[in-house]
């Protein structure tokens, strides 16, 4: 293996929260006396800036983009579908490269506002629900919506019948959707009458279905949740989130009031009630009054996503007595749901409801969530965006693109240009850099670097995901890199996380997915120096839910090992090692170590041969510690800086000055886009802190 310090470092996920974790446990216990124990200064440390408010990963509140609905609206809706004013929002992926957004009560021309239902009833031209669809992925801008399936020109039409009759059925609003193959499903609720703000009353909820991509719906008579005579099932509003084979529905009785509670089912057998599985706290039970809250009231209009950035899914929701948009994150479907935190105020934004996250931007490597929310006056749509904690889910990987024996940087826009941009290190600063790919991982996909080939300069390789799930490489030639080619067809499909390195020490870099599910398994396909081989199975238990997973050579026989960082309040560490065609039993290798919300890094910092373990405290005292390797477990944790990498910026490990020592470099992604380096002493810290580039890698690119 072409074996230095620093090489490899981790592609890790996940903004994992204090005392939130759970998912498979690794398995074996580590050797007696692993190392850490002793660590009370930085266990004081890090549970004391812990404690702060960024429990749910808000970086900052949320900030309007653009108006979806109405006058004046990125789309004009008003003039184009005689869309004037609505609500909701509700957006899902249609499987076909479009996100299909479903609309509530909608009003035309004569529609003059404020809230629903104000105008004239002659040219009101009420609508119970329409629908939008988009291909916008560039999103700072606003979302445009492309078409609305309508009944004559200019005019939206009304999707899912409803009798307009007050304590009959008023309307019908859909509350979610989802996609599985080319039919599209919508979560609906039939609405008796409105009470007081903030309460009405269901007379059940159901699921309608289209098979022309949401031209026309069938509301299926089978697939209802009927309320009962108290008003109080707890499945009339929903959230639909995919996750492997099933699809599970986060559910809310009629109102603001409610408790969340949970029930998945198969994917294909979304319209059988029967095949309905429902949370009881501890398993799947076919009873769904035995539903057990993951999410304590008062929620209403939620939404769930799983958040590609964080490695976590997110909950957004009103909060009624609280006047605002929340959020709140879990490692798995099941919880348990962080602590909310606010992201958009009622005294920023009067009269707010019905948060609903875009499914592409949870699907992103940005740090940028976006999300529609309504506001009763002017009754429409908005698209928002919050800007989440931390380094997201990567740890980097090798990064020596001109092959000198320095790393260097790149960031991808993954935009519509897809451009990839490389800044080589000059030993104590890096280059202006320039353009190394013009169309190289788009939004969605996963971009990583690595020395494929052999030949001792870093390529940059990409993970489409999805169904396709095919990999990318472009080679590097020093001074860029060349035309993306298909080196796999198969690999790290879904939400998998994948990774870098040199499992079978030969010199070329592999690639490794990790499933970060119940599962938890670990797939390798091996580089040929060509492409990769056939994807197999190298651990059946390791890195499930909410843990983040790396990789390094901890024991210095120039094979790739797995890390696990457990984080939260447990702050294990993990290690599988290497035998070069699988790895071995985890052990615990610390057991105190990036605790909390701290986001952890690997790299071989004092230049012995072993990769270490770096944690970026971030979020206050923004100090960063290390736990040296002695080839079988981490030693105690020192402080090797006492302020770096503020809270929001991306943070990784890599030999910069090529003294064969790690060091240590952040991205600040802000109005600055500054690039700071602090160099390692070989042995004790990180010295320093200045700007090696006063303008790389801006906000919401993917840099590393």
Known sequence: ???????????????????????????????????????????AAATAAAADARTAGVLSRAER???????????????????????LGIMWDNGSGEILTAFGDTYGNGWTGPGAAVGDPATLDWRC?????????ELADGMTLTSMPSDRNNHAKQLLSCKRQDGDEVTTIPTAGISVGKRQYMHY???????????????????????????????????????????????????????????????????RFGDVHLARVPAGELLEPGAYRYWDGSAWVTDQNAAAPVAQAPVSEV???????????????????????????????????????????????????????HPWSADSNSPYLYFTMSQWDPYNVYLMRVRLTGGGQFGGSPADFDGDGTDDIVT????????????????????????????????GETPLTGDFTGDGKDDAVTFTHGEAADVYVGESSGTGFGTGAKWHDHFAPGRETPAVGDFDGDGTDDIVTFTHDDAADVYVSLSTGENFGPGEKWHDDFAGWGRFPAVGDVDGDGRDDLIAFTRGEEADVYVALSDGDGFGTPYKAHDFFAYGAESPRVGDVDGDGDDDIVTFVQGG????????????????????????????????????????????????????????????????????SRVWHDFFGLAGETSL
């Open 303 to 357: 939404s769930v996503q799983y958040s590609r950035y964080l490695g976590q899914f997110v909950m957004m929701y009103l909060d009624e007595p609280q006047g605002a948009v929340v959020m709140r994150t879990s490692p798995s479907p099941t919880g348990p749901w962080s602590a909310k935190q606010t992201v958009a105020s009622g005294a920023d934004f009067p009269k707010l409801y019905g948060a609903f996250v």
């Open 621 to 688: 005292t923004d100090a960063v510690y290390v736990a040296r390797s002695d080839g079988e477990n981490f030693g105690a944790a020192g402080k090797w800086h006492e302020r770096f990498s503020l809270d929001g910026e991306f943070p990784y490990v890599g030999d910069y000055d090529g003294d064969g020592d790690d060091d240590i470099v952040t991205f600040t992604h802000d109005s600055s886009n500054d690039v700071y380096v602090a160099l390692s002493d070989g042995g004790t810290a990180f010295t320093g």
């Open 129 to 137: 629900n329409v629908l939008g669809r988009s291909n916008d992925r």
């Open 412 to 443: 991808f826009t993954q935009n519509d240009a897809a451009e990839a941009y490389a800044a080589t290190s000059r030993g104590d600063s890096f280059n202006t850099g320039g353009k190394w790919h013009d169309h190289f991982a788009p939004a």
């Open 189 to 255: 609720m039939s609405v008796n009458r409105w009470g007081r703000p903030g309460e009405w009353f269901t007379n059940y909820a159901g699921i309608a279905w289209s098979d022309d991509n949401g031209e026309n719906w069938v509301r299926d008579a089978d697939a209802r949740w009927q309320n009962t005579g108290a008003w109080d099932n707890k499945f009339q509003m929903a959230a639909f989130v995919r996750q492997g084979g099933h699809v599970y529905m986060y559910g809310t009785p009629n109102g």
């Open 1 to 43: 293996m072409r074996k230095r310090s620093g090489r490899r470092i981790p592609a890790a996920v996940s903004l994992c929260l204090a005392g939130l974790l759970t998912g498979s446990l690794l398995t074996a216990a580590g050797p007696a006396g692993a190392a850490g124990t002793e660590a009370s200064g930085y266990r």
């Open 65 to 87: 983009v653009a108006k979806v609905t109405g006058p004046g609206s990125t789309s004009a809706t008003d003039s184009r579908w005689q869309v004037k004013a609505t609500d």
